[in-house]
């Protein structure tokens, strides 16, 4: 009898990466039907562990994905995939992938809400953005107001200080880290949206990583093609960077996160996975006086869907699916104090960047009113746009949302800039 095993985030059978290949091992079927993104254990991580496992390397993998990247697509059969499908997907074309490969064969429910005792009573939560720029720095007269460096914001919440990724932005946090703390304990957690260079390019650069004072952990999820720690260590081997990874004397501990809701210490983390090309997540950061949410690379997957016309060869299923994907994201921002979105381009340069997993200033607005968030920082500004067209970005936002007649507060996040929260502990004042 043949036998098919799905493992899907969507389906029953096995809800995440680890649990399926639980079941694979068990029972050992021909077919399994993997999504990409699920918790515990990636698409990708799925079909390398089938591949590297003898008893297993006859399973035929069919990896199914929401989000269409051809190097999605490239990296999945390097990994081992035998077919690769884009959803939403019909039963025929299910049928039809399982059809040409037998013959060749023989809810998320959040955890429990984060201990009552959350951070930030005694200092009220601050974020100061350090790196605000898309894929690669701009230094220069023209962009000295909103800044050059790539993405870095860092997150102080009680005790805890998190830096939301480490582009080039990271050596000046570094360096008032360094001045602040001089010879005491540092301890600090950076959170990888995913490992692009603007994300990561900082890290060498970072000089609490070279004193023996600090303690750096390192959380994000594993890359399309290699493990964290490989991919971290990679850009410092020697033909890129003179002090290998291992030999920083700084104690950094790099953990790979499983599952989509953590916590560093008080403060509740849940991640989402984006619209962009390989592993990429979202983070919120749930503090005591009000929630952030950072999103930098995200092509809104509607616009994708829309622009890249799949309706007419799949229909309204693939409407429908881009619509429920959508809603998750609403869900996920849902009431943010403080949304930083992938606004990268403006609506006619979206046009000519299509799938290259970055959104438009229009969509970065409208996914914001819809979520009801408070404010909205638009973030990964282009290497291309100076000053001069980042502002006149924002005041487009800014009368779109008088257009609707919102609330919402519309700003560029800006190099150096402070947000400081009310806290909400705090007496109402007299
Ligand atoms: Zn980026
Ligand atoms: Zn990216």
Same mark, same amino acid.
């Given at each position: 009898? +043949?036998? *098919?095993?799905?493992?899907?985030? /969507?389906?029953?059978?096995?809800?995440?990466?680890?649990?399926?290949?639980? !079941?694979?091992?068990?029972?050992?079927?021909?077919?399994?039907?993997?999504?990409?993104?699920?918790?515990?254990?990636?698409?990708?991580?799925?079909?390398?562990?089938?591949?590297?496992?003898?008893?297993?390397?006859?399973?035929?993998?069919?990896?199914?994905?929401?989000?269409?990247?051809?190097?999605?697509?490239?990296?999945?059969?390097?990994?081992? $995939?035998?077919?690769?499908?884009?959803?939403?997907?019909?039963?025929?074309?299910?049928? %039809?992938?399982?059809?040409?490969?037998?013959?060749?064969? $023989?809810?998320?429910?959040?955890?429990?809400?984060?201990? $009552?005792?959350?951070?930030? %009573?005694?200092?009220?939560?601050?974020?100061?953005?350090?790196?605000?720029?898309?894929?690669?720095?701009?230094?220069?007269?023209?962009?000295?107001?909103?800044?050059?460096?790539?993405?870095?914001?860092?997150?102080?919440?009680?005790?805890?200080?998190?830096?939301?990724?480490?582009?080039? #932005?990271?050596?000046?946090? #570094?360096?008032?880290?360094?001045?602040?703390?001089?010879?005491?304990?540092?301890?600090?957690? !950076?959170? !990888?949206?995913?490992?692009?260079?603007?994300?990561?390019?900082?890290?060498?650069?970072?000089?609490?990583?070279?004193?023996?004072?600090?303690?750096?952990?390192?959380?994000?999820?594993?890359?399309?093609?290699?493990?964290?720690?490989? *991919?971290?260590? #990679?850009?410092?081997?020697?033909?890129?960077?003179?002090?290998?990874?291992?030999?920083?004397?700084?104690?950094?501990?790099?953990?790979?996160?499983?599952?989509?809701?953590?916590? *560093?210490?008080?403060?509740?983390?849940?991640?989402?996975?984006?619209?962009?090309?390989?592993?990429?997540?979202?983070?919120?950061?749930?503090?005591?006086?009000?929630?952030?949410?950072?999103?930098?690379?995200?092509?809104?997957?509607?616009?994708?869907? *829309?622009?890249?016309?799949?309706?007419?060869?799949?229909?309204?299923?693939?409407?429908?699916?881009?619509?429920?994907?959508?809603?998750?994201?609403? $869900?996920?921002?849902?009431?943010?104090?403080?949304?930083?979105?992938?606004?990268?381009?403006?609506?006619?340069?979206?046009?000519? /960047?299509?799938?290259?997993?970055?959104?438009?200033?229009?969509? &970065?607005?409208?996914?914001?009113?819809? &979520?009801? =968030?408070? +404010?909205?920082?638009?973030?990964?500004?282009?290497?291309?746009?100076?000053? &001069?067209?980042?502002?006149?970005?924002?005041?487009?936002?800014?009368?779109?949302? =008088?257009?609707?007649?919102?609330? !919402?507060?519309?700003?560029?996040?800006?190099?150096?800039?402070?947000?400081?929260?009310?806290?909400?502990?705090?007496?109402?004042?007299?």
């Amino acid at each position: 009898m +043949k036998t *098919v095993l799905i493992i899907d985030d /969507h389906v029953f059978e096995a809800g995440e990466g680890e649990a399926g290949l639980a !079941l694979v091992r068990q029972h050992r079927p021909q077919i399994v039907l993997c999504d990409l993104l699920m918790p515990r254990g990636n698409g990708f991580q799925v079909c390398r562990e089938l591949r590297a496992n003898p008893a297993l390397r006859h399973i035929r993998i069919i990896v199914t994905t929401g989000r269409d990247y051809e190097a999605d697509r490239q990296s999945a059969c390097d990994a081992g $995939a035998d077919a690769y499908l884009t959803k939403p997907i019909s039963a025929e074309a299910i049928l %039809k992938a399982i059809g040409k490969l037998l013959p060749r064969v $023989a809810s998320e429910n959040p955890p429990a809400a984060a201990p $009552a005792a959350a951070a930030g %009573k005694t200092t009220p939560v601050r974020v100061k953005f350090w790196g605000v720029r898309g894929s690669i720095p701009t230094p220069g007269p023209a962009t000295v107001q909103y800044g050059g460096n790539t993405s870095c914001v860092e997150v102080r919440a009680g005790d805890e200080i998190i830096i939301l990724d480490a582009g080039t #932005g990271l050596r000046q946090l #570094g360096r008032a880290l360094m001045a602040e703390f001089k010879d005491r304990p540092l301890r600090l957690t !950076l959170l !990888l949206t995913h490992t692009h260079w603007d994300h990561i390019q900082g890290l060498p650069f970072f000089a609490p990583v070279y004193s023996p004072n600090c303690r750096l952990r390192i959380l994000g999820y594993e890359g399309a093609r290699k493990s964290l720690v490989h *991919v971290l260590s #990679g850009q410092m081997e020697s033909p890129y960077f003179p002090v290998p990874f291992q030999e920083l004397p700084g104690n950094i501990e790099i953990e790979e996160l499983k599952d989509l809701h953590f916590h *560093v210490g008080a403060v509740r983390g849940a991640a989402w996975f984006a619209n962009h090309p390989g592993i990429c997540v979202g983070y919120r950061l749930f503090t005591a006086d009000g929630d952030i949410v950072y999103i930098p690379d995200n092509e809104p997957i509607m616009r994708h869907r *829309v622009e890249t016309a799949i309706w007419p060869k799949q229909g309204r299923d693939a409407v429908t699916f881009a619509q429920d994907e959508e809603e998750k994201m609403i $869900a996920f921002l849902h009431g943010t104090d403080v949304l930083i979105l992938d606004s990268q381009y403006d609506r006619e340069e979206y046009q000519h /960047h299509v799938g290259w997993g970055h959104g438009c200033v229009d969509d &970065a607005v409208a996914l914001a009113l819809r &979520a009801e =968030a408070k +404010k909205l920082f638009l973030f990964h500004h282009d290497p291309d746009h100076d000053d &001069a067209k980042i502002s006149s970005m924002v005041d487009y936002a800014q009368k779109l949302v =008088a257009e609707q007649k919102a609330e !919402l507060a519309v700003a560029a996040a800006r190099e150096g800039e402070v947000i400081e929260f009310a806290p909400r502990s705090s007496p109402p004042p007299a």
